[in-house]
């Protein structure tokens, strides 16, 4: 079956450096992949969306790559700040049958210590 | 602009009794999603509504249903509430690009936690 794996540890790291976090996926062949954050209490947001034929997508301190032959995605938050605590989630969806279905990973926690 | 409302914040209920959530999407666009959260499961994919019309469901029971309104507002109910229907349940909208919306990143709203005494 359908497996989207993130670590479910939490990423705890120093303010500064960069936070790299991972999605790996089986039995799946993703159109295109996204990433998005959840602040407790609250809707995700939606950060970035990287195609099956794009390696690397960038917008401000963030990166993403897509690796459809390791079937994993990496997102770096550089320069990381306090404000940056929250957990990620990443998405995958396909062209399937019916359509738009976005299929969640269970997200990984990051902590952005002083 | 706007961003997705969804209503009631907090639902209480008791076992058997029966739920409505409803959903605003961003103006504009015409695709609503409903994803449950329970605790340490992650979203899991409920319904795809779009242009009035049900699109995908998920791995649901048929007590889990809704609609799609023509000004695109959504209703989610949930019949025969269950103990384990305690969830926040999270709304998201997206627009179409010539007839295909899924590589439209989803907006979502606060959702609405609802709570099975």
């Known amino acids: 079956s359908q497996k989207i794996e993130q670590n479910s540890e939490a990423l705890n790291i120093q303010e500064g450096k960069t936070a790299t976090l991972t999605c790996n996926y089986t039995n799946y062949s993703p159109a295109y992949l996204q990433w998005y954050r959840q602040d407790p209490g609250r809707g995700p947001v939606f950060l970035l969306l990287i195609r099956e034929n794009e390696k690397e997508k960038r917008k401000e301190r963030l990166k993403v790559t897509f690796d459809t032959t390791l079937k994993q995605s990496l997102f770096h938050i550089t320069a990381s700040q306090p404000a940056d605590s929250a957990t990620y989630l990443c998405a995958l969806a396909g062209f399937t049958g019916g359509g738009n279905k976005l299929t969640f990973g269970t997200g990984t926690q990051l902590k952005v210590e002083l | 602009e706007a961003g997705v409302t969804q209503s009631p914040t907090h639902l209480i209920k008791t076992r058997g009794q029966q739920a409505t959530l409803r959903c605003s999407p961003i103006s504009g666009h015409t695709s609503v999603y409903w994803y449950q959260q329970a605790l340490g499961l992650g979203l899991q994919f409920l319904l795809w509504y779009d242009e009035g019309e049900e699109r995908n469901r998920g791995n649901f029971p048929p007590r889990f249903s809704g609609r799609q309104f023509p000004n695109y507002s959504s209703e989610l109910n949930v019949n025969a509430l269950e103990l384990e229907d305690s969830a926040l349940y999270l709304c998201?909208?997206?627009?179409?690009?010539?007839?295909?919306?899924?590589?439209?990143?989803?907006?979502f709203g606060d959702g609405t936690r609802l709570s099975i005494l």
């Open positions: 998201a909208s997206s627009s179409g690009q010539g007839g295909y919306h899924s590589n439209q990143p989803q907006h």
